[in-house]
């Protein structure tokens, strides 16, 4: 069983940054996925960013050039900076996990944490 805390998030006006983080109960080294996701009002739940095993980090178009994924995989937190926001990127943002164990993949999910990007 895996934990996912996250933190940050909040309301912010368009153009402006926001920081999310989140900490694992396991190095992220041991996880095959990490990243977020996010659902907006609406919307199915959607790819934000992911490192995979290979250590290259993905995003998705919509994000890319404004949000940067980082942090140290032999620890148990990453980050991710939200710069440039625009309203689009209104949405629960959610931490998530696959820990493989034997041919098993284990999916975990973070609480959410809520990013408004409104004037």
């Known amino acids: 069983q895996v934990q996912l805390v996250e933190s940050g998030g909040g309301w912010v006006q368009p153009g402006g940054s926001l920081g999310l983080s989140c900490a694992a109960s396991?190095?992220?080294?041991?996880?095959?996925?990490f990243g977020w996701y996010r659902q907006g009002p609406g919307d199915e739940r959607q790819l934000v960013a992911v490192?995979?095993?290979?250590?290259?980090?993905r995003y998705a178009d919509s994000v890319k050039g404004r949000f940067t994924m980082s942090g140290d995989r032999a620890g148990n937190t990453m980050y991710l900076q939200m710069n440039n926001l625009e309203p689009e990127d209104t949405a629960v943002y959610y931490c998530?996990?696959?820990?493989?164990?034997?041919?098993?993949?284990?999916?975990?999910w973070g609480q959410g944490t809520q990013v408004t990007v409104s004037s």
């Open positions: 490192i995979l095993g290979d250590s290259i980090i």
């Open positions: 998530y996990a696959v820990q493989l164990i034997g041919s098993r993949n284990y999916d975990y």
């Open positions: 396991v190095s992220i080294s041991r996880l095959k996925v």
